[in-house]
């Protein structure tokens, strides 16, 4: 291929969890979930489907939820990234996860961490949500042993917990 | 409680078998059938091999000229030995995903590459893509005379009513769509070699049995081969059989002298793990006018796919012996076609038959209720079995032994679901849902389920001098709090603080024999085991402790820190001390026990929906969910309620969202998680469930029954009775599954045109 | 599932861009453009496409992402996400069936990533966007070092999956007419769950006068054909000039069932979507006209959208 545009292979510079990871002379056409598993070894964000359905690879991307399979790791750089390896601080399990826990919302433990990321977005929009709107928000990640009931009563728990400590003011 | 395995799940730091990596670890590719039937011509490896990064390309002729089938593993029967299934297609093809060669490459994008140029020609055969198709065709396999690879008739009660002895008859044919678990962990394995000795991960279910047909397949000597059980997600049946790549990993890993990884991903799992469910039934019954049950006549025919796997023909024995359920039938005649096709061979899936033959009976009960005009509830009452009848036999088996009911309350049941549900102010709430534009309806479903398949469990308890409890047990851990609830089964007698037990399991280098957790087997089985082993370990400490303080055996106690005399905490002396202590005089504080049964226990329950209907566009909305679930005796409720929740998810995916279709040509078209339709969190309701524990079961000391799978198997049926009854369905209706919206518009009686008019004016408020 | 091999470019200009596309086709590469990637991306992990450049727009982001007021229109840029519509406050002001449509596309993880250009140039026939711009007569702004056009809804969707980009060209900009005084809109759809795409959708935009009567209507049908289908003259021929009863907008709607011969597929056959988009239109068209008539309730005099920002 003459002056065809384009690189066979990359190096940049991914931002994950707070820490910069160098990354050189990989095929772009590696997957954030991949790079993530498999280079960097935060094995945390799984893979269940790998064409943006079921979830379990959510992560967050300048505090949004996002589906790492369906993203070159190449087009994450200059993004922040956050998976569910950053939840816990010191071995503290965060509200979040506490709430999880006590609520029974996890069987297998699969789909958790995607559900983490994505209850974790909705807890610092900060608003109350119905149950409905829970189970809609949540209606991109799926779980297949716990039928979300307890996944609901966990993020409904931790949003009373964090609204009794006054709302966050993280917006969109 | 809040569940021990919870924590590192949460954190993201426990290793499921994708997340492991082996130094030197490459990667290896299934290249598949993409023919249904089809005679292999020649595979061309070459250009495959020339991709960078690839290291090899085996196919069939490349194994082991004495490689054997995969085995089955339950439910053998001389027929079925014909239509095995080897790990590398041999000559023809039989559904689309058919393993016909491996590619290993440094990892999965280049072993991608090198798949897509592995150039197989196909001579393609005619597909059978039906049981139909299947009986007129000749057999797929030469060894077998047709492709109807199992049959198996089972009668009670005298000579059948015909037509004309029958004051009632009505004759039905019920559908079940094929479909499946669908874990949202894919499988995986990871075969690590390592001199002599050979380590897979990945393993789980039956870790013990795969260890013996991996040995065996592998000509290795069983102690040299260890299987290890890593995190699982989800396995509902599927996952932890014996498949294919349970031999090709482990043998490339062999070969190549390095840690060979597959991963299963989503696309070849549609194809390539066990389907399940396709039934069709054929049923008549006779009954009087006061909906008196005379007799239950039924042909099942049961579409296994291509090949019989390591279940054999547990799904269709199962169907047919559990189909009677709770109803005192004074005849039945049951007869079972299992029949070969082209598509993905079936296997077990959660409730496997009796999400089957609950849909078939209780949606009949209903019809029958219907052509009486007569309350389905209380059809179902005069019929059930009586408390005093137990134990009680239909006559029937399955796995081996005969099916005797051991104890129940079923009446008891019945009449809690009907207050759950309010049945008795129904017909208020229809009125107010009618000027709402809506059509409400209440529907309710029976079920009678085992649980606590034998022979045994072991649980192996040592108490070190660390203090420290270590709990060795046969099961596996599919995330059902297997964990959990044995350590509270352990403190239960021995009451350590649960950070001071641990449980091994699922490595059969740490654990000599287990039998695994599949068949809602688990707690009553190995909790059992656990019981009584905890309940001998107790009594060995309290004997330590008694010597040690000088005390009667009687007199000591046991709590969190150690023994010490009743009403004397001054005397504690702390589990470290009692185990050394113990240890020096030769007894050291441990032991092994077995729990033996050879008849499972059966719990049942009823569910009850509550729905609304979109008149004209056949949607319907969850209005409420109940389940009545009686347990025996509960080792931990939450736990038995969490197991019923999500089974209920599973059991609505099965009744209305999940389809495994296939066009003529033998192609999935539903081989995705876009097609195949898993419920979401807005699909599905919040359940209610009352647990009882009436009637605890005979057959274990601890009285419990199994979980796994009471809230999967009545779903489908409560939600087509709660159809049938929005619309005014007529018998006929609602026998095929997935219910879908236009199934459910095509039984809405057309309304007056005004009326029309009033429900879309309703909808907009 | 992992995508086959490409080079990857990633312009940082829409020039730049557009120069290089060019020059690929001109030299026979096979050159796919990504955007959100929801879409494009299950598509290259199942190996469906096998480019040899993708071209990643994501560089044109700080040109490309804007919710412009302009006169009549709102300039949206193309790769503008999915969830910055469903929150903008013009948007729901002057386009509002877009903010009403939003939560029904995809999931939230999908609305972070997915890009309206990318909607539209996918050019599902189920999809929302797709639907909602030939609703409205959206005119989509085309771009390629040949010169710059507009090309209206009507001739964007040639078939399913297929649109009037050559090969050289880039969607930059979705011009949406702003809602017209005295007007409502809707949009109906059934999925099979929540986030599918829908078995048959129906999106309507009413006008009426001071008493209520309607004077123009538009209706449009998505999940029925191999692109969105315009309705709006059969339905809207029956409708003009009354104050709709129910029975008229249902006997209007109901010339929509010898218009549409939609496909049978797994999750419904032909006669069920039929059915289905019958029923949603009728539902549109009804909550669209109440829509309109409580705008002209409380319509106010003009200008006083024009607060609601110039171009920055």
Redesign the interface.
Same mark, same amino acid.
């Given at each position: 291929m003459n002056d065809i545009k384009g690189e066979e292979r990359v190096s940049y510079t991914l931002t994950v969890n707070g820490t910069d990871y160098a990354l050189s002379n990989l095929e772009p056409r590696w997957l954030l979930s991949d790079v993530l598993r498999d280079i960097l070894r935060l094995t945390g964000t799984h893979v269940g489907c790998e064409h943006g359905v079921c979830g379990a690879c959510t992560v967050l991307m300048d505090g949004r939820p996002t589906r790492s399979c369906l993203m070159l790791a190449v087009q994450a750089e200059g993004h922040a990234i956050e998976t569910v390896e950053s939840l816990a601080h010191d071995g503290q399990l965060s509200p979040l996860q506490e709430a999880f826990w006590n609520e029974h919302a996890l069987q297998c433990g699969f789909c958790t961490p995607g559900m983490l990321m994505t209850a974790e977005y909705l807890l610092r929009r900060g608003s109350a949500f119905s149950r409905p709107e829970i189970r809609q928000h949540l209606s991109g990640n799926l779980c297949r042993c716990t039928g979300y009931q307890n996944i609901v009563n966990a993020i409904e728990r931790a949003m009373r917990a964090t609204a009794a400590e006054g709302p966050e003011t993280c917006g969109d | 409680m +809040?569940?021990l395995?919870? #924590?590192p799940?949460?954190?993201?730091?426990? +290793? /499921?078998v =994708?997340?492991l990596?082996a130094p030197g670890q490459v990667e290896a590719v299934v290249v598949r059938s993409v023919h249904a039937h089809a005679r292999l011509q020649k595979i061309e490896t070459a250009e495959a091999e020339k991709v960078p990064g690839v290291i090899g390309v085996w196919t069939s002729a490349d194994l082991p000229k004495d490689l054997g089938p995969v085995p089955v593993r339950l439910s053998p029967a001389p027929t079925l030995l014909a239509a095995l299934q080897y790990p590398l297609a041999r000559q023809v093809v039989r559904y689309v995903g058919e393993p016909v060669a491996v590619v290993v490459a440094e990892?999965?994008?280049r072993a &991608?590459?090198a798949a897509?140029k592995v150039m197989v020609s196909y001579e393609p055969l005619r597909p059978l893509m039906s049981v139909g198709e299947s009986l007129d065709a000749g057999p797929l396999f030469s060894a077998l005379s047709s492709n109807v690879v199992y049959h198996r008739q089972q009668r009670k009660g005298g000579p059948l009513p015909d037509a004309a002895t029958s004051r009632r008859r009505l004759s039905l044919t019920f559908r079940v769509q094929r479909h499946t *678990? %669908? #874990? !949202? &962990?894919?499988r995986g394995l990871l075969a690590v070699p390592e001199g002599e000795r050979l380590t897979v991960y990945g393993a789980t279910k039956v870790v013990h049995f795969n260890h013996r047909v991996l040995a065996e397949m592998l000509h290795m000597d069983p102690a040299h081969l260890r299987l290890v059980e890593v995190? %699982?997600?989800?396995g /509902?049946g599927v996952r932890g059989e014996f498949y294919p790549e349970d031999y090709l990993i482990p043998y490339l890993a062999r070969l190549l002298g390095r840690p060979v990884r597959w991963v299963e991903? +989503?696309?070849e799992h549609f194809h390539a793990t066990n389907h399940s469910r396709e039934q069709q039934h054929e049923v008549t019954v006779t009954y009087d006018d006061e909906g008196r049950l005379w007799s239950l006549e039924d042909d099942i025919w049961v579409d296994n796919g291509a090949y019989v796997r390591t279940h054999g023909v547990t799904v269709p024995e199962l169907t047919q012996a559990m189909l009677p359920g709770p109803y005192a039938w004074p005849a039945l005649d049951t007869r079972l076609h299992v029949v070969l096709t082209n598509k993905t061979p079936i296997g077990t899936y959660r409730g496997p038959g009796r999400f089957e033959g609950t849909f078939v009976r209780e949606r009949l009960i209903d019809a029958v209720a219907a052509s009486l005009h007569l309350d389905p509830l209380v059809v179902r009452q005069r019929n059930l079995i009586p408390p005093h009848a137990f134990p009680y036999s239909h006559g029937t088996s399955a796995l081996g032994e005969e099916v005797v009911f051991d104890s129940g309350r079923y009446e008891a049941a019945l009449t809690r679901i009907a207050q759950l549900m309010q049945q008795d102010t129904i017909d208020e709430r229809k009125r107010v849902a009618r000027a709402r534009g809506r059509l409400r309806g209440l529907g309710f479903a029976f079920f009678v389920e085992k649980s606590g398949l034998g022979p045994f469990e072991e649980v192996r308890l040592v108490l070190d001098e660390e203090g420290m409890l270590t709990v060795y047990s046969g099961l596996a851990a599919?995330?059902?709090?297997t964990v959990t609830t044995l350590v509270t089964l352990v403190q239960q007698q021995v009451p350590l603080p649960a950070e001071r037990i641990r449980v091994i399991y699922g490595d059969t280098d740490l654990v000599p024999i287990g039998y695994g957790s599949f068949a809602s087997r688990g707690t009553v089985m190995g909790g059992n085991a656990a019981y009584v082993a905890a309940r001998v370990l107790r009594q060995r400490i309290l004997d330590e402790a008694a010597a040690f303080l000088e005390a009667s055996a009687d007199d000591v106690v046991l709590d969190a820190g150690g023994a010490h005399v009743a009403g004397a905490t001054h005397s504690l002396v702390n589990y470290q001390v009692l185990a050394r202590y113990a240890r020096a005089n030769g007894r050291p504080l441990e032991t092994r026990e077995q729990f033996r049964s050879h008849a499972m226990t059966y719990p049942y329950g009823v569910h009850g929906v509550e729905l609304d209907v979109d008149p &004209?566009?056949? *949607?319907w909305e969850w209005v409420r969910y109940g389940l009545v679930y009686d347990v025996g005796r509960a080792v931990n409720r939450?736990?038995v309620c969490?197991q019923l929740?999500?089974? @209920?998810?599973?059991g609505i995916g099965g009744a209305a /969202?999940e389809?495994l279709?296939y066009d003529a040509d033998g192609q999935l078209?539903?081989a995705? !998680? @876009?097609?195949y339709?898993? #419920?979401?969190? #807005?699909? @599905?309701p919040? @359940?209610e469930v009352i647990l009882t524990e009436e009637a605890p079961s005979s057959r274990n000391p601890l009285g419990i029954k199994g979980a796994g799978e009471g809230?999967v198997v009545g779903a489908a049926p409560a939600i087509a009775n709660a159809l049938a009854d929005a619309v005014g369905a007529p018998p006929e209706a609602f026998t095929h599954l997935p219910l879908? =919206?236009?199934e459910v518009?095509r039984w809405i009686r057309p309304l007056p045109?005004?009326g %029309?008019?009033d429900l879309?004016?309703a909808?907009?408020k | 599932m992992k995508p086959p091999p490409f080079r990857y470019w990633r312009p940082q200009s829409r020039a730049e861009a557009l120069e290089g596309l060019a020059d690929m086709v001109q030299q026979g590469y096979q050159a796919k453009v990504l955007a959100g990637g929801q879409s494009l991306m299950p598509m290259l992990n199942m190996r469906l496409t096998w480019p040899d450049v993708l071209v990643d727009l994501n560089g044109l982001g700080p040109e490309l992402t804007y919710i412009h007021r302009d006169g009549p229109a709102l300039r949206v840029g193309a790769l503008t996400r999915h969830y910055m519509l469903e929150t903008d406050p013009m948007i729901q002001r002057l386009v509002p069936i877009i903010a009403q449509a939003e939560p029904l596309i995809g999931h939230l993880a999908i609305r972070s990533r997915g890009t309206v250009g990318g909607s539209l140039a996918h050019a599902d026939p189920s999809a929302e966007l797709p639907l909602l711009a030939l609703l409205l007569g959206a005119r989509m702004r085309v771009e390629s070092v040949r010169g710059s056009r507009e090309v209206p809804s009507d001739e964007f969707f040639v078939t399913y999956l297929t649109t009037a980009l050559a090969s050289d060209e880039i969607l930059t900009e979705i011009v949406w007419p702003v809602i017209p005084p005295r007007s409502g809109q809707a949009i109906q759809e059934y999925a099979l769950r929540h986030g599918d795409f829908a078995l048959a959708a129906a999106a309507a935009q009413v006008t009426v006068d001071d008493d209520g009567a309607i004077v123009a209507g538009r209706l449009a049908l998505g999940g029925v054909s191999a692109t969105p289908l315009d309705v709006s003259h059969e339905v809207f021929s029956r409708l003009v000039g009354c104050q709709p009863e129910d029975q008229e907008i249902g006997q209007a709607t109901e010339a929509i069932r010898d218009l549409v011969d939609p496909m049978s597929d797994i999750h419904a056959d032909s006669e069920y979507r039929r059915e289905l988009a019958v029923t949603l239109a009728r539902r549109a068209v009804r909550e669209a006209w109440e829509a309109a008539v409580q705008a002209q309730d409380r319509l106010q005099p003009e200008g006083e959208g024009s607060q609601e920002g110039e171009r920055p």
């Open positions: - | +809040r569940r395995e919870d #924590p799940l949460l954190r993201g730091e426990s +290793r /499921f =994708a997340d990596n990892n999965r994008y &991608e590459d897509a *678990a %669908v #874990p !949202l &962990e894919t995190a %699982v997600g989800g /509902f991903d +989503r696309l599919l995330g059902q709090g &004209e566009t056949g *949607a939450e736990l969490d929740i999500g089974g @209920v998810a599973q /969202f389809e279709a078209v539903t995705s !998680l @876009v097609d339709a898993l #419920p979401g969190a #807005p699909d @599905v919040d @359940v809230g879908t =919206a236009a518009r045109q005004d %029309v008019q879309s004016t909808d907009e | -």
